[in-house]
């Protein structure tokens, strides 16, 4: 058995279009969708991510911001371009790259930035609202991968999905959205004993665990549908995820590669997050 192939370069280009439908209809009104991306310090991985997510915003016609501060920016700062950008009628969507400098409270800027701005889905009354399956803005990341299966035709109701990784941009949100789909859902961390047993268990199995192709194919259940999350850089300057793609595809059903997988689905969704904030905002919420 060979895997087949989930293709997220093209899903994601499906998806911008049905949004950019959505924003043409707002921009038609007179509101162009916007979206401020804030950047503190100089991480060549941050620089490029945001790029991406500006670059993609401007593709689909959508206002985009890029501010820059430098590393040594204090927290006050930091705060203070925020409470700005909350009270900017042409923002609509904000977004803060992570990680941010030591000396930087995350979660602290993440709580100022207004929730009906909040696109990336992590200010505490959204994951809140995520836990009742009511939120607006889904976590980017966990919300390409939902719309991914979706698109690949995917059942996921009554299925066993496995996810490792519990972190608060992925793992949890991961789980909460396969679980409002009606999976059965395992979280594993990095404390589960003999995880290999788990991961043999799931008909889905979402990798985000941050360690280069660290699932091996003796830990994927022949048939499974498996999501790499990760991006890694080896020794070498080649670009792995957290699975071992080369080898699990021969066992797996559905798998999907890095880079060309989650990646470009996590812009579509901030895409999709942006205009919804938009819709929302400016009162034309069409959901």
């Known amino acids: 058995m060979t895997a087949q192939i989930i293709d997220g370069k093209a899903i994601s280009q499906a998806v911008r279009l049905e949004w ?39 593709d689909l016609g959508l206002y985009s911001v ?19 950008l909350n009270t900017d009628p042409g923002i609509h969507g904000i977004l803060v790259q992570l990680p941010l400098p030591k000396h930087i409270d995350a979660h602290k800027v993440i709580e100022a930035i207004n929730p009906d701005k909040d696109v990336d889905g992590f200010n505490e009354k959204n994951v809140g609202a995520l836990v009742t399956g009511e939120t607006p803005f889904p976590s980017c990341t966990p919300y390409g991968v939902m719309v991914m299966l979706e698109k690949t035709g995917i059942e996921i109701e009554g299925r066993h999905a496995v996810v490792v990784g519990r972190s608060n941009i992925v793992g ?8 409002h789909k009606n999976a059965t859902v395992t979280i594993c961390t990095s404390k589960t004993v ?23 194919k003796d830990m ?21 995820g957290d699975v071992d793609f080369a080898n699990v595809k021969e066992v797996a059903g559905y798998i999907t590669p890095v880079p060309g997988g989650v990646g470009p689905m996590t812009i579509a969704m901030l895409i999709a997050n942006t205009v919804r904030a938009a819709e929302r905002l400016s009162g034309m919420n069409d959901e």
């Open 20 to 58: 950019k439908a959505r924003a043409d209809r707002l921009i038609a009104r007179g509101i162009t969708p916007g979206l401020a991306v804030i950047i503190v310090g100089s991480d060549p991985a941050s620089r490029v991510y945001v790029a991406n997510k500006v670059k993609a915003c401007k």
């Open 66 to 84: 890029h501010v820059e501060l430098p590393g040594d920016a204090t927290e006050a700062e930091l705060l203070e371009k925020v409470a700005q």
């Open 172 to 179: 949890k949100p991961m789980a909460l959205l396969l679980l």
């Open 194 to 216: 003999d995880l290999a047993k788990h991961t043999r268990d799931a008909d889905i199995l979402v990798a985000a665990v941050g360690r280069p192709e660290f699932i091996k």
């Open 220 to 240: 994927v259940k022949p048939g499974a549908v498996v999501i790499d999350v990760g991006i890694n850089r080896t020794s070498e300057g080649k670009l792995v």
